[in-house]
């Protein structure tokens, strides 16, 4: 194999850290902030039980989260512990608000960032949502559209915040709800970075107060004027019309009243905003571009192909739904477009069971999450615990435990590291997409709604219920499996765009292309501004025919004919195409899609200084190693590995018609940035094949294994001929939870040829390894496939010392400690459960697999 001299590419990172300094100064952030806050780092959610901390415990807690390589902190005050009761601080009390302070105050000393949840629990709600002010649903009452309350509760409410759930769709109720931090939290010179609103789980909510005199000014009719309508299940084409109306009322109506209420009132308190748009009953592309920060979530695991890849056979698909990187896609497209820099993710969210997540399945989240557009992860999370409770101390009913009490604590900052390193280019990059995709609400809004209180509710859990079964939804798969580079536009946004040059520019980026799906309703608002865009010179790409209807009920006949006129006219545009065949109308355009996707790459392309960056993921299991092409035709290339923090020279070759390929090795489960440039000074003659098969050389020798820091305590030292689980060595073994040493030997017959490659392959894993190599620290091999690169100076001929340290779970300790002491399950609310919402029972658990299985290889690698 011929392999690159690693060099430092001080040109491409100095454009890096410029640009993101850039980045970080537009950035607005509250003044009393007396450190800028690393958002390059993973922040996490921190959640206040009952608001019992006290400032020597968050001052300790802060600077173990600072020295581990977290950026900021999230907090959310929730329901409390027994037995604490008396030390539960009342939520925006006097006390409250200085220990508040006291952690502003401290997180700034730190470098770190706080930001908070304007409530306890979610949604919005409390002590002072009078009934006038609460959440609200309709009811027929007589042939009256009248209002009633949902009774719906803060879900989860620290002290001082139980009371009802707020009435989303009333200005005047946010407003009033807001004043309760106006005369508490706004008399502080401390202040939060951002505020924060979770998702939208308003369970029945669809109906306002004023919602009959709205619909009659925004829609130009009576809603109960067509009450039968409205009223009728059957999806006639009257009810079909009268309820996109209703859709789209609401969908006004929460972002009047909710989220531009919410975003104006932060903006003159000088807080930043951090939005979950999902699960509401609106246009998520317009909700979420109203945040500052808009914030997807991820929960559950990814079915990902990575071989080696677990994946918790508890977790209930069909009731919690997994992942999707086109959900992600919502809040990125809104950021894109509206040129906001910072996009947010809460992160690992029942990835596993408690005391079941390893480093190995966080990883592949958050490289699906950066090939989405998200930069700038919150990890879900850390529960305040004070250090005089026994292990595993106050935890969280759903979420992954990266707190002092994880087992991965001592190995998380490499996890940390990795998302640094990431997260700092691609907070510092431009979005480099060619497509904007119309999302055609009126569409779903057509659909029967199954969500509670018959309304659409876009939640990111089960995109399999509405957005995958769309013309749109099938379309973006199709393109995000091809290879093309795409963002999402809303009916408002489209307001947004103008022309130059045949480009379509956005405030937050440049497109080819603007593609319609096939949908049978568009506003006649909407075509006309398509047609005043193509007119300009934009490329508008129709999918099977131009839409035939307009939506909605009041004058719709006239609004039909005059879609269908629009249509006549747009035809006979030349930058107007109708496409049968998408893609291959893309191709003809040629609009370019990365050969990346259709090798079973998953990518994001972006730009910094006009030059292309690429991060890419191997997320399944068909690539390994081989050419590559890019689309941006640039001939130099250089791979950063944010794993190692290496930069090397990739090898080019040119193709027959022109083109220039590039060698890439990345096996499943590996990522990387390649960066273009126009320097080709250190770039050196390539072999027409630069890589050739390995020499791969199995440790056959037997290992000795040392129990070190664990529980339980005490067991004896063991002999392995064949690696295998110590859950098998005995009963005792089979609860550890902690550090195992192994330690081998193996004979090089040669001495190591200078210029070859050799890695240490070490097969599975359970969880992490630390490798010495003859008395010297390799490395922490954490993530799939868990390989790394031996120095060639370390090896020498004859004989070798190989040590692997490895950390496995906690869970088979747990197994122990949930039947002799269950007493740490001492929460209110919903205490603890399991991941299926059941109590938590650990007593039942079989021995999860721990230590170092194998096999254990070798690999060489010569010029």
């Not at 990902?304 to 069909?318: K, Q, S």
């Not at 004070?386 to 994880?406: C, H, R, V």
């Amino acid at each position: 194999m011929h392999i690159f001299r690693f060099i430092r590419c001080f040109t491409i990172a100095g454009l890096f850290t410029i640009g993101l300094a850039a980045a970080q100064t537009a950035d607005r952030e509250p003044t009393s902030l007396a450190k800028p806050v690393n958002t390059a780092r993973p922040w996490t959610f921190w959640w206040w039980m009952g608001s019992t901390v006290n400032e020597t415990e968050l001052t300790l807690q802060l600077e173990q989260l600072a020295e581990a390589g977290i950026g900021g902190v999230h907090i959310i005050p929730i329901y409390g512990v027994k037995g604490y009761e008396n030390q539960a601080i009342p939520f925006l009390s006097k006390r409250w608000l200085a220990v508040f302070a006291h952690t502003v105050r401290e997180a700034s000393r730190l470098g770190l960032g706080v930001d908070l949840t304007n409530g306890t629990g979610w949604p919005f709600g409390g002590p002072t949502v009078t009934p006038y002010m609460a959440a609200q649903k309709w009811q027929l009452t007589g042939s009256q559209l009248t209002a009633s309350l949902t009774n719906q509760q803060v879900k989860r409410p620290a002290p001082g915040g139980a009371g009802p759930a707020l009435n989303y769709f009333d200005a005047q109720a946010t407003g009033r709800y807001l004043r309760w931090f106006d005369s508490t939290l706004a008399t502080l010179p401390e202040r939060p970075r951002a505020v924060y609103n979770d998702s939208y789980e308003l369970f029945g909510a669809n109906w306002t107060g004023n919602f009959l005199s709205e619909f009659r000014k925004r829609r130009g009719y009576a809603l109960d004027s067509q009450l039968p309508a409205f009223l009728d299940t059957n999806q006639t084409d009257m009810s079909i019309r009268v309820r996109q109306d209703y859709h789209e009322t609401l969908s006004d109506l929460l972002a009047d009243g909710f989220t531009k209420t919410w975003t104006g009132w932060a903006t003159r308190q000088h807080y930043a905003t951090r939005n979950q748009a999902h699960g509401s009953p609106g246009n998520l592309l317009d909700l979420y571009a109203l945040a500052d920060i808009p914030e997807t979530e991820s929960f559950g695991s990814s079915r990902f192909a990575i071989p080696g890849l677990r994946v918790d056979e508890g977790y209930e698909v069909d009731n919690f739904g997994t992942p999707h990187p086109l959900a992600m896609k919502f809040a990125s497209s809104a950021a894109n477009l509206t040129g906001k820099r910072l996009v947010s993710s809460e992160t690992g969210t029942w990835l596993a069971n408690h005391f079941n997540v390893s480093l190995t399945q966080l990883k592949p989240q958050m490289d699906e999450l950066f090939t989405a557009g998200i930069n700038h992860i919150f990890y879900h999370g850390i529960t305040y615990s004070p250090t005089t409770e026994s292990w595993p101390g106050w935890l969280f009913y759903a979420s992954t435990n990266y707190g002092p009490t994880a087992h991965f604590w001592k190995e998380l900052p490499a996890l940390n590291q990795y998302i640094e390193h990431c997260q700092t280019r691609l907070q510092a990059s431009k979005p480099d997409n060619d497509v904007l995709v119309y999302f055609p609400i009126h569409d779903l809004w057509a659909t029967r709604a199954k969500s509670a209180g018959g309304v659409h509710q876009l939640e990111v859990h089960h995109v399999d219920r509405w957005l995958l079964p769309l013309p749109f939804g099938q379309l973006c798969d199709t393109l995000r499996q091809r290879g093309y580079s795409f963002d999402y536009v809303s009916d408002k946004q489209l307001n947004q765009l103008a022309v130059s040059a045949g480009r379509i520019t956005a405030p937050g980026g440049r497109y080819r292309v603007i593609l319609i799906p096939a949908c049978q309703y568009m506003p006649e608002t909407t075509l006309r501004r398509l047609k005043a865009l193509a007119k300009q010179g934009a490329t508008i790409v129709f999918e099977k025919a131009l839409p035939q209807q307009a939506p909605g009920f009041a004058n719709y006949v006239n609004r039909n004919a005059l879609i269908q006129t629009l249509g006549l006219e747009m035809g006979r545009q030349e930058t107007i195409h109708v496409a049968a065949d998408v893609v291959q109308t893309l191709q003809e355009l040629h609009v370019p899609a990365e050969q990346l996707a259709t090798q079973g790459l998953t990518f994001i392309r972006k730009r910094v200084a006009g030059k292309a960056v690429y991060f890419i993921a191997n997320l399944a299991n068909q690539f390994g190693s081989g050419w590559v092409s890019l689309s941006t035709g640039d001939t130099h290339w250089y791979r950063y590995d944010p794993l190692t923090d290496q930069t090397t020279e990739v090898p080019t070759r040119r193709t027959a018609i022109g083109g220039t390929e590039l060698w890439l090795r990345l096996l499943p489960g590996q990522s990387c940035f390649l960066t273009s440039s126009s320097t080709s000074q250190s770039v050196r003659e390539q072999k027409t094949i630069p890589y050739g098969q390995p020499v791969v050389e199995e440790l056959t020798e037997p290992w000795s294994l040392s129990f070190l820091a664990g529980k339980p305590a005490g067991l004896p030292p063991a002999r392995l001929e064949q690696l295998t689980s110590w859950t098998t060595l005995s009963d005792s073994a089979s609860y550890f939870s902690g550090t195992v040493r192994y330690e081998t030997s193996f004979t090089l017959s040669a001495s190591p040829t200078p210029s070859a490659t050799y890695r240490l392959s070490l097969g599975d894993v359970w969880e992490t390894a630390r490798v010495w190599l003859n008395g010297q620290e390799v490395g922490l091999a954490w993530s799939l496939p868990f390989e790394m690169t031996i120095p060639v100076a370390l090896l020498k001929h004859g004989k070798n010392k190989l040590t692997i340290e490895v950390v496995n779970l906690s869970a088979n300790y747990m197994r122990l400690r949930d039947g002799q002491l269950p007493d740490w399950k001492k929460f209110y609310d919903i205490n603890l459960v399991d991941i299926r919402y059941k109590p938590f029972d650990a007593t039942k658990w079989k021995p999860a697999p721990s230590g170092l299985l194998g096999p254990v290889r070798l690999l060489s690698e010569a010029n």
